[in-house]
């Protein structure tokens, strides 16, 4: 039985895919984007978290993982989690250690028919709106068999499938992976070589290769664009991204505008975060930018 660690399993979505689905977030992901609203997805191993307003600073999660590495922050001592997976034996014990639940483990292992079974159990709402399951990150691909395998389950229950995908991963799996989707939602971050390696520490060929065989292959394909200032945000690079969506096949794309929502799980995780107080972008700030879309002939919506 395939498994894989699974961080949230988010029901009744209307915005990852058509209808009311399943999402299911596996951790795991190849590249380190700078705007990642999800840090607690990168790595797949199951993590753990400190949260600074609830810690009262008595150190029993030090006394319960001897050996592991001490950190300070506002005066609070503290494990290090930076240094200690969340699945181990000292992750647990630090946690049910903590008074004032003040640590958390992010990630659990997870059988295909553990998620299986809590995707069926909106089964009704699915078939009423034409909705389903969809698979997202992190990036689900890291777990390729587990993928498969769950996707052919759904399938056999009759059952919409979907996925949220970077696309960076070997063409072999994603193309493998595609026959078993309703619906793919894949990104496009940029074209630009220098800037994926520099801001997402991806390679060019492998996203663009993969998107450019979807588009020509599977029957339900959408680009998505998150809206990056500094990175993808200016005239011309929608330009430059319009222009390959037109010669690649594609007829629209969605712009997701950059919010900053996950900063302070950054904080949680006792790591750095680039644009820390960078503001919001919304639909009325990228008409412009939409429009340079629209001139190109590619359909641009929010």
């Known amino acids: 039985m395939q498994s894989a660690t699974i961080f949230n399993i988010q029901k009744f979505s209307l915005n990852d895919g058509p209808g009311i689905r399943t999402v299911v977030f596996l951790k795991g992901c190849p590249l380190r984007c700078v705007w990642c609203a999800n840090p607690e ?8 978290e400190w949260k ?9 999660c030090l006394v319960a993982a001897p050996g592991v590495n001490a950190a300070e922050h506002a005066g ?20 049910a250690a903590c008074p004032a639940r003040a640590l958390t483990i992010v990630g659990e292992t997870k059988t295909v028919d553990e998620v299986l079974r809590v995707c069926l159990q909106d089964k009704p709402f699915y078939e009423d709106s034409g909705g389903g399951v969809t698979l997202s990150g992190g990036e689900a691909l890291t777990w390729p068999e587990f993928c498969e395998d769950l996707l052919a389950r ?9 996925i949220e995908t970077e696309a960076h991963v070997a063409p072999r799996v994603f193309q493998r992976i595609a026959a078993l989707l309703d619906h793919m939602l894949v990104d496009l971050k940029h074209i630009d070589v220098a800037k994926l390696r520099t801001q997402t520490a991806g390679e060019a060929d492998l996203m663009l290769g993969n998107l450019r065989w979807a588009l020509a292959n599977h029957p339900d394909v959408l680009p998505r664009t998150p809206v990056v200032p500094g990175f993808n945000g200016g005239k011309d690079d929608a330009r430059a991204m319009a222009r390959w969506l037109h010669e690649a096949g594609a007829m629209r794309v969605q712009l ?33 930018y939409r429009q340079i879309y629209l ?3 590619i359909e641009a919506f929010f």
């Open 41 to 48: 997805s990168q790595l797949r191993a199951p993590q753990l």
């Open 52 to 60: 600074e307003s609830a810690c009262v600073g008595c150190g029993a």
């Open 76 to 95: 609070k001592r503290h494990i290090d989690v930076r240094g200690l997976r969340g699945d181990s034996d000292q992750g647990r014990a630090a946690v």
């Open 154 to 162: 759904l399938h056999e229950e009759g059952i919409d499938t979907c």
């Open 256 to 288: 997701l505008p950059f919010h900053n929502f996950g900063e302070s799980k950054y904080d949680l995780l006792d790591m750095s975060y680039t644009l820390r107080g960078e503001k919001n972008l919304h639909p009325e700030d990228l008409e412009e």
């Open 295 to 297: 001139d190109e002939g």
